[in-house]
């Protein structure tokens, strides 16, 4: 946004006659040191929380400490990523399941946690892949995503939300309108869907037809309603057309009515799913009319009203969450988009075209007092999201809050035309807001969701449990299993390969198993194979396979990637081809001696003349 500079020019006169009459430079250090210790987490020591913030654009979810800002992890989620050795491999499950649901890349926006009596519990994290109509679950004892499905019926898969208390169902809204008959029959009017998913079977049990680009989600803390924000109740097909309304709705839909609809039978059977049409089933669906295109709609943590956000309005509009009634609309800047929560009844909003965050005392609001704007404090900058530790529960924290911006512009060192996203981390336990920190990031956290530290404690594992088809050090072997096709059976540890050699042939198709037989913590050994596209990394216990072709004839030498011991770079091995109407005998790798075909402990060779 463009700030006045009349007032840019006037507080910075005001803050520079306080500096030196009143403060001076020693008070403004201070004020900057109190500032730094509330998000400086010493060496050696851990953060309280964790903070899960979608990738955006790179297809994954970030993992912060807070109040450090620290990056701790990435989790690859709908992006091959080589230095986890995810998806890069076509034999890789996880790029098959990517391939076969929508493709190499997502846009997430909302990462959501699960519930137990409206508290995160720790067990699951959804994130949403809004480009390709998907929804992913991360486990969090792994922090590793475990399912991964395409949403029927609907594109555009937007706001996401798991309905409170106790997570029955996640929610997902398709945001971009498809024609009514599924067809291409111009011109069948366009609608979209509200996707019930459920949280362990990741099924979908059944949708509800919304009208209008339905956009961001969130449920009432008692479970009866999922809401949406609808901006395009003009049902346009261009820009301008969509900002024609004064009013767009909130739609909320009844789910024990939804239950009782589908339990009943109603509703057309499209894709395995039933859809319920409101238009048919009656007291499913209520349009609630709010201004003007709204963007956010969040709950608040005591369950009594949705807050949803103008965006195109400067208001807010407040509406009880059991009666469905507006109770009010207070004006709170231009361009608001998102709403969180303290636990002392103030809520916070981020205005995108004012590039600040609003603090409002709803109770006085509700009221209609003149005085429900508490604070506003400037954030760098055109701010998406916001989000306060515990606001999207029932348990809000009151502490840390942060701002997610989309520019970030004059905040660090240039580096070319593109610039880092910026978040900032607020302190909001006093009346008036501090900034605290900020921190850059990759492209493009959307929405951010924070959990207590101690929850994870017991739930994180340390090591994978070997399963049952892991392979068993002593076991190793090289297998030729067909005339064109061999299997190898490998093990990690400090720091080795078994076997550290095998020989195949060019157009050979490899299927190689490895188990990282470590049962410490962290103990990753990695395996990068020259020229044939790919990297493994392998935690303590884990169990990988692939299957690739053997390459031109050569000496390939296979190597750890992670950093594991003092003889991280001695841990190497060969794969050597042999061209493919090789003669040559090949070797074996327990005795070195050359044999036909292929060594085959316990196993007849083929022969090397097939
Ligand atoms: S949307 Cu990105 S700023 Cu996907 Cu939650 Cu509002
Ligand atoms: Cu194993 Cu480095
Ligand atoms: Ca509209």
């Not at 009221?367 to 515990?390: C, E, F, S, T, W």
Request: charged share 20%.
């Amino acid at each position: 946004m463009k700030r006045h500079p009349v007032l840019l020019v006037a507080a910075s006169v005001i803050a520079t006659v306080i500096g030196v009459q009143t403060l001076g430079c020693g008070a403004a250090r201070s004020a900057r040191s109190i500032a730094a210790e509330q998000v400086y987490v010493p060496p050696g020591e851990l953060d309280k929380y964790y903070g899960f913030l979608s990738g955006g654009q790179s297809g994954s979810v970030f993992v912060i400490g807070v109040p450090s800002g620290r990056l701790i992890r990435e989790i690859p989620v709908f992006e091959p990523r080589a230095a986890y050795g995810y998806a890069l491999l076509e034999s890789d499950p996880r790029r098959q399941l990517l391939e076969s649901t929508g493709g190499l890349w997502g846009d997430t926006h909302h990462p959501m946690l699960s519930e137990k009596g409206g508290i995160f519990d720790g067990r699951y994290l959804w994130i949403n892949d809004l480009a390709n109509g998907r929804l992913a679950r991360i486990r969090l004892d792994r922090f590793e995503a475990d399912r991964i499905i395409k949403l029927p019926n609907l594109q555009g898969a937007h706001g996401i939300a798991v309905v409170s208390p106790d997570t029955k169902y996640v929610v997902v809204n398709g945001e971009f309108e498809q024609p009514t008959d599924g067809m291409v029959t111009n011109p069948a009017p366009y609608t979209s869907v509200v996707a019930f998913v459920d949280p362990e079977s990741m099924e979908v049990k059944f949708e509800v037809r919304v009208n209008g680009n339905i956009d961001i989600a969130d449920t009432s803390k008692d479970g009866r309603y999922a809401f949406s924000t609808v901006y395009n109740l003009e049902q346009g097909k261009d820009m301008g057309s969509m900002i024609q309304y004064d009013r767009d709705a909130v739609a909320a839909i009844d789910i024990p009515a939804a239950e009782a609809a589908v339990a009943a039978g109603k509703g057309e059977v499209r894709n395995g799913v039933p859809i319920l049409d409101p238009a048919e089933v009656t007291g499913i669906l209520t349009l609630i009319p709010v201004p003007k295109n709204p963007h956010g709609v969040n709950a608040t943590p005591d369950g009594r009203y949705v807050i949803a956000s103008g965006k195109l309005s400067p208001t807010v509009t407040i509406i009880d969450a059991h009666t469905l009634q507006i109770v009010a609309e207070p004006e709170v800047g231009l361009g608001p988009l998102h709403t969180t929560f303290d636990n002392r009844g103030n809520a916070y909003t981020s205005l995108f075209l004012d590039s600040q965050v609003v603090k409002w005392n709803i109770d006085k609001a509700v009221a209609g007092a003149d005085d429900y704007i508490v604070d506003r404090i400037n954030v760098h900058y055109n701010i998406g999201h916001l989000q306060a530790v515990g606001g999207d529960s029932m348990k809000p924290a009151g502490n840390y809050l942060l701002a997610l911006n989309k520019l970030s512009k004059d905040q660090y060192l240039p580096v070319g035309p593109d610039l880092p996203e910026n978040q900032e981390i607020i302190d909001i336990s006093g009346e008036k807001m501090k900034m605290l920190a900020a921190f850059p990031t990759p492209p493009e956290p959307h929405d951010a969701t924070f959990l207590e530290a101690s929850v994870l404690e017991p739930i994180v594992q340390q090591v994978y449990t070997p399963g049952e088809d892991a392979v068993v050090a002593g076991q190793e072997s090289v297998v030729r299993t067909g005339p064109g096709s061999v299997q190898v059976n490998m093990t990690l540890l400090r720091s080795a390969y078994t076997p550290d050699s095998f020989e195949v042939r060019e157009g050979d198709e490899v299927t190689l198993k490895i188990t990282n037989v470590e049962t410490i913590r962290d103990m990753i050994h990695g395996f990068a194979l020259p020229d044939h596209g790919f990297n493994m990394a392998l935690p303590p216990g884990d169990t990988q396979v692939r299957t690739f072709k053997a390459g031109k004839p050569g000496v390939y030498w296979f190597y750890c990637t992670n950093f594991c011991s003092a003889l991280h770079l001695e841990m190497r091995g060969r794969m050597v081809v042999q061209p493919k109407d090789s003669v040559i005998t090949l070797t074996d790798w327990h005795s070195g001696a050359n044999v036909a075909g292929q060594v085959v402990p316990g196993v007849p060779s083929t022969g090397a003349s097939q």
